[in-house]
């Protein structure tokens, strides 16, 4: 005997349509909207600079879930990309390249060039090696950094001027600035959401689904997986390049391996696989970590279990929880 | 004689000891339903593998078309038009059964490296995908998720997904397996109502839905190939009966 047919009103990781996801998601990108009027009207500066954190880690998050969440390529080295888009805005400001129209595309390109070769030297693994292998070439980076003496070495180097716009822009204005992080977050997530249901997103998703099938039924998923991997390597590469100029400053510590496994935490606390989710994620991390080490010296013994929490509990993280209410 | 569309030459292939394919020929015209029978161990799944690409032969060449195909990888052979359908049911689960169809379709019309439009709201994508639904009766269940599914349904699914690519040839591997026999009736029916128009191998443990439809019959036994013809030949074959059908085997 058969069961009854279900009316398949389930949407699964399908994006669109879910009321209370796309209320939550309003709700946090009009609250992005008005931190900098808050910041003024309350002379909370700082209530500006977290949150361009926040926004640059997003788009960090963002381009991992893209690997990771949408391709079922768990890179644990995404840090790496961070840290060369902002080593490459350090070292040229250092050197006198001052303009961003020369910092920035560089930055991108750089990622974009070693997700080249990490992509196609460890997407010829699976599982754990794959892990393994995207963390040992991000360490490899941690340690080159650490031994550019030029650049400071393991102390960081000092950027003395945010990257210029010829006065298109002015980076230096943090109002400004922060609403470029912001659009430029805006403008990701929109690329991400075209991106991951195109042609090219199915054949994505269809891989980290059943590669197995997806090569039996004529789809060579090495190359889509590896064209993959490089849009996400530039995305954190422009990432790399904001928090250097948010930041003034790079050094190793942004790459060390604990800020790729932070992004992954956000992914997975956001929700994977949700478009909005590495911007949720992102967000209540920094949040949590940010508020609980101001009340307890010991913020990591509350915010490890709440993650582990959030990792068993709910899948699907905190867009599954809201978007699962929908249902029963 | 009609012209060969599928070659099978010398094809070996040993696991250590164990000699899974033995110099297996074959040779298969275009449009014929050819049936692989054997005993579990038979090297059955191997002759697949080795078909679709991938396990690679130690010896032997593999012609498709007119074309050497022996060490092509599997998604070129998918591209040529050799499709094939999984002994266990291995899909896309978190997507629905439209969905499913439609990248089988995807994969058959040009490199997928489009970022921009929709894939779901293309019409040249969904409509071969739900007229492949359609032809093993799955048109109702388009819009649902293949975890949501039938066992049977997910077998129909499968050979939907071979279809949707409009392949020369067709690989079933066992397509009845773990279906009720009022499903596996409708499979057959499925399966003769393309026979001509599609070249078929199937490997299939169901002896009566193989007698049904087969043209030929190949007996495989220790990854050799005993005997090889028309079903009446197969059955009143004395090496068969004893390797395969057994002996005693009341039939009438």
């Known amino acids: 005997m058969s069961p009854p047919a279900k009316p398949s009103v389930k949407t699964g990781w399908s994006i669109g349509i879910v009321t209370p996801r796309i209320g939550l998601n309003i709700a946090v990108i009009a609250t992005l909207a008005v931190v900098p009027a808050y910041a003024g009207l309350t002379g909370n500066a700082f209530a500006l600079t977290l949150f361009t954190r926040v926004v640059i880690l997003a788009i960090a998050a963002l381009s991992l879930n893209l690997i990771m969440g949408f391709g079922g390529m768990v890179s644990f080295g995404h840090a790496a990309y961070l840290g060369i888009g902002g080593y490459a805005v350090g070292i040229l400001a250092k050197e006198g390249i001052g303009s961003g129209f020369v910092q920035w595309p560089i930055a991108i390109g750089a990622a974009a060039l070693y997700a080249l070769v990490v992509g196609a030297l460890s997407l010829r693994t699976r599982g754990v090696y794959f892990i393994m292998i995207t963390l040992a070439f991000a360490q490899m980076i941690y340690y080159v950094a650490i031994g550019l003496d030029r650049y400071g070495g393991d102390d960081g180097l000092t950027i003395y001027r945010r990257s210029g716009f010829d006065g298109l822009i002015d980076l230096s204005n943090r109002t400004v600035f922060y609403y470029l992080c912001f659009g430029l977050l805006l403008v990701g997530i929109y690329l991400v959401w075209r991106i991951v249901n195109s042609r090219f997103g199915m054949v994505i998703q269809g891989a980290r689904s059943n590669e197995r099938r997806m090569r039996a039924i004529g789809f060579p998923t090495f190359r889509y997986q590896l064209v993959c991997f490089v849009i996400a390597g530039a995305m954190c590469g422009l990432a790399g390049a904001l928090l250097a100029n948010h930041t003034n400053f790079i050094s190793p510590a942004m790459m060390h391996w604990t800020r790729s496994g932070d992004l992954i935490v956000m992914v997975v606390l956001g929700g994977m696989q949700a478009i909005f989710g590495p911007l949720i994620g992102a967000l209540t991390f920094l949040l949590l970590e940010e508020g609980l080490s101001r009340v307890t010296d010991y913020s990591n013994l509350i915010l490890g279990p709440f993650l582990l929490l959030v990792a068993i509990s709910w899948q699907g993280g905190i867009d599954g929880l809201i978007a699962g209410t929908r249902r029963g | ?252």
């Open chain 2, 1 to 252: 004689m009609a012209e060969a569309l599928l070659e099978i030459e010398g094809l070996t292939k040993r696991f250590g000891g164990v000699i899974a394919a033995d110099e297996i020929s074959l040779m298969l015209p275009a449009g014929e339903l050819h049936a692989i029978i054997g005993p579990n161990g038979a090297g059955k799944s191997t002759l697949i593998g080795q078909l679709t690409g991938e396990v690679t032969p130690d010896s032997g060449r593999i012609r498709f078309d007119g074309q050497e195909i022996t060490s092509l990888p599997v998604y070129r052979r998918s591209q040529l038009g050799l499709a094939r359908s999984f002994q266990v049911t291995t899909l896309f689960p978190d997507f629905t059964a439209l969905d499913n169809v439609a990248l089988s379709v995807q994969a058959h019309s040009g490199h997928s490296f489009r970022f921009w439009s929709n894939a779901r709201s293309e019409i040249a994508l969904s409509e071969p995908a739900q007229t492949a639904l359609a032809k093993v009766g799955l048109a109702e269940r388009a819009a649902t998720l293949v975890a949501d599914l039938s066992h049977g349904e997910r077998r129909q699914l499968e050979i939907a997904m071979a279809l949707a690519g409009r392949p020369r040839m067709l690989l079933l591997d066992e397509p009845m397996a773990g279906m009720g026999p009022e499903e596996s009736i409708r499979l057959v029916e499925r399966l003769r109502a393309l026979k001509g128009a599609i070249t078929v191998m199937l490997i299939e443990h169901d002896i009566d839905a193989v007698f049904a439809l087969a043209d030929r019959i190949s007996v495989l036994v220790y990854g050799r190939i005993i005997a090889t013809g028309v079903p009446a030949a197969i059955r009143s074959d004395p090496a068969v009966r004893q390797a395969y059908l057994g002996e005693g085997a009341a039939d009438g």
